[in-house]
């Protein structure tokens, strides 16, 4: 299994408030990706980064902003979370560039109340 | 637009039954296909791929051949077990006009295999 490690895996906070969740990977790979699986809407790109520093919005960027400072962690933070961001995300990781297969992490539970 | 169509479901099947998951997409250029399998509580995993036309991917006893003249990539098994009760998700990437490595998802379907 590819080593993608999400924290925290489950978090309750309030409407708001900051959030950040980071994930890890050992793989050494150069492209990362944010997702929000949602029911009824399927996967959705939030974020993804193609080299340290180097991020860009993918299609449900609104109210999410990224970082990538290293080649090993990436970065998800809600600046001021809302009740729509409740989601369960995912981080995914592929190797290089088209027609690669993603590798996805084990999730983040978000609940926002 | 680019985009995957596949059953929804839930589908539920007793144990040895056969395994059909159809899934048609629609794209420019010659995406390659994959299938994804999430279990609860998990993250997707790639279960098998094709990257050209023809191509039959493979994996655990699941099949799915790159159908070019009918844009499809049906996903089959011949015998279901209840560990494969879980969401399967067809997707296609390498398309031509993106700027990132974009991946289509379909919306997933629910398989439940029942002893």
């Known amino acids: 299994d590819a080593g993608i490690t999400q924290s925290p895996r489950h978090k309750v906070t309030e409407t708001g408030t900051p959030v950040t969740l980071r994930c890890h990977q050992t793989?050494?790979?150069?492209?990362m990706y944010w997702y929000r699986q949602d029911p009824g809407h399927g996967l959705r790109l939030i974020h993804y980064?193609?080299?340290?520093?180097?991020?860009d919005k993918g299609e449900v960027s609104d109210g999410y902003s990224v970082s990538r400072s290293k080649t090993e962690d990436f970065l998800l933070t809600l600046e001021s979370a809302t009740s729509s961001q409740t989601s369960v995300y995912f981080c995914?990781?592929?190797?290089?560039?088209?027609?690669?297969?993603?590798?996805f992490g084990d999730g983040t539970r978000l609940s926002i109340l | 637009g680019d985009s995957v169509t596949q059953m929804e479901g839930p589908v539920t099947l007793s144990e040895e039954a056969f395994l059909t998951i159809n899934c048609t997409y629609t794209?420019?250029?010659?995406?390659?296909l994959f299938w994804y399998v999430q279990y609860p509580g998990e993250g997707l995993q790639l279960l098998l791929k094709?990257?050209?036309?023809?191509d039959k991917g493979s994996n655990k006893g699941f099949e799915a051949t790159y159908r070019k003249e009918t844009t499809s990539f049906h996903l089959e098994k011949g015998s279901v077990q209840v560990s494969d009760s879980a969401v399967y998700f067809c997707?296609?990437?390498?398309?031509?006009?993106?700027?990132?490595?974009?991946?289509?998802f379909g919306p997933g379907t629910s398989l439940s295999v029942i002893p």
């Open positions: 997707a296609l990437s390498g398309l031509c006009e993106t700027s990132y490595d974009k991946v289509i």
């Open positions: 995914a990781i592929s190797e290089s560039w088209g027609n690669q297969p993603q590798h």
């Open positions: 793989e050494n790979h150069r492209y």
């Open positions: 094709a990257t050209k036309a023809d």
């Open positions: 980064s193609y080299g340290v520093k180097d991020t």
């Open positions: 794209a420019t250029g010659y995406p390659s």
